[in-house]
């Protein structure tokens, strides 16, 4: 399928040539021409992620270089564990504080992290790496390397640095805000050495990803380094997130459930739009929820209808610490016939004191031990129950918890555990760069990277 530019001045492209682009020429981001229909009674509600992926993704990959290739991209990359988790009823404790007797309804959780860096984003990373790999496979022998950039505000780097670690012709180089990262996110960042440089920059997130849309709308550096992005504004990201809430839709619905409502932690808002195509696709996908922490660009703009881009803030889930995010302009695209605010699309923001109280509360009266992401989305469900709500819902939880375990173990009082593909990396040294927040101060490093070829 082809895909178009947001600002509708470039020319369309092939979706390979628009996951390898990043950004499009007219400094818009790509979107699929058209949102072609499924008919999810059609697909296998049993299915694993890599079947449901190739089904839900297979038009769009149709008629290009990729096709013949999805369903082996699928496998590579999207077989991951990806467990939906009943939540348990609320205990006596939560329901007290609740005033609620009755608050319990039906709600899981879609664990999203038992990918190798333990956040949602090593789906689409990976699946990513795996496209971009194969179409690099066929390029010429002295095409010289990629260079993949990316601004992380903590979990994209990582993500990206291990889909495309140790990858032939790749070269990676993340940058991330030097201090808003978590200690173990930093660590993480540094620890994978060889085709992968980490630089903390001396600025916000925002600034990392303005150096990272600079360097891609410059065309001369674009040449001479080969550059593109693994962000989420990088449509090649966006797609393969869409496979998990069309397979959580499909497992949780159907027998008198007809229709799911899902909250989503947002910062960025890929992952959430993600969830919004799923919908506009045709999975039974109601109202959705965008859980922002104090960061209040989306819920401001769903209050006012005004969209004012301004500042990160740095919260306690700082992976979500975007104060413009990019998606939006793909998610205002979307609607642009249609009033955004009808969309059934709601946005909460809630700060660190509620994030707070929600790990601890989750965890006092479920034994839930959840990150400080997850941990808005949890804490909406909540008001959601309080105010009344007893539909259906799901949760997508976007990191584990140990992650962020300077935030979690003191307010549960006890040690989280990584998982083993954590553990390992960090038992590795760790090393990052410093850079100033300045794109030509990337712009020589990225020069001198295509230099030592
Ligand atoms: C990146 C990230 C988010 C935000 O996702 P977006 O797609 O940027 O909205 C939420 N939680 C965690 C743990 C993340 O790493």
Redesign the pocket.
Known sequence: MKCISTRGEAPSVDLAEALQAGLAPDGGLYVPETLPPIDPAGLDRTARLPATAEAVLAPFFAGGPLGAELSAVCRASLDLPLPVVALHEAGPSDRAADGNPDSAAEAWILEL?HGPTA???DFAARFLAECMGRLAEREADDAGARTILVA?????GA?VAAAFHGRPRFRVRILYPEGRVSPLQAHQLGAFGGNVTAYRVAGSFDDCQRMVKAALNDQDLRTRARVSTAN?ICIGRLLP?VAYYAQAALQLTGSGRDELQVV???????????CVLARELGFPIGDIW?ATNANRTLPDYFASGDYVGRDGLATL?N??D?GD?S?FERLAWLYRDRDLRDARIHAVSVPDEAIRDRIRREHASRGLVI????A?AMEVLAQRRRSGDRRAFLV?A??HPA??AEVVEPLIGRAVEPPPALADLLSRPSRAEPLEPDPDALRRELLADASTE
């Open positions: 992290f956040a949602f984003k992380t505000s903590g979990d994209t993500a989420s997130q989503v932690p947002t910062g960025n808002l890929g992952n959430a739009l993600a965008l889930a992976a979500m975007v995010p998606n990150c400080p992401h997850t808005c997508a976007t990191a992650k962020f």
